[in-house]
Nanobody, 124 residues
Framework: VQLQASGGGSVKTGGSLRLSCAAS????????MGWFRQTPGKERELVGG????????YYANFAKGRFTISRDNAKNMLYLQMNDLKPEDTAVYYC??????????????????WGQGTQVTVSS
């Protein structure tokens, strides 16, 4: 499975961005797709995820109410809509996927497939 993220950029506080992730390869075995992010000097943290078949979602607390994850299985696309962005959301965002595990796995080691990151910068 290959993942290609895009859509990053620079926005002002309160602005919105939509990240996209194009997936290819054997997608039938994928259970969950999602997003992580990483800021300099910090470990990667889960943003949230979505089950590929049922569309059930889960989010980190900081993402609830502001971020929405969706998918389009016909196009093998994953999306992250980010609203009301804050400077602390500045990070490199990674698209991820895994074939099994618990529904809302939070550890990066549980995600086998990673795309390259896309930079999101939020200025005040």
């Amino acid at each position: 499975v290959q993942l290609q993220a895009s859509g990053g950029g620079s926005v002002k506080t309160g602005g919105s961005l939509r990240l996209s992730c194009a997936a290819s390869g054997f997608m039938d075995g994928i259970y969950v797709m999602g997003w992580f992010r990483q800021t300099p000097g910090k470990e990667r943290e889960l943003v949230g995820g979505i089950t590929r078949r049922s569309g059930n979602t889960y989010y980190a607390n900081f993402a609830k109410g502001r971020f929405t994850i969706s998918r389009d299985n016909a196009k093998n696309m994953l999306y992250l809509q980010m609203n009301d962005l804050k400077p602390e959301d500045t990070a490199v965002y990674y698209c991820v996927a895994r074939a099994g595990g618990s529904f809302d796995a939070t550890r990066e080691s549980e995600y086998a497939f990673w795309g390259q990151g896309t930079q999101v910068t939020v200025s005040s």
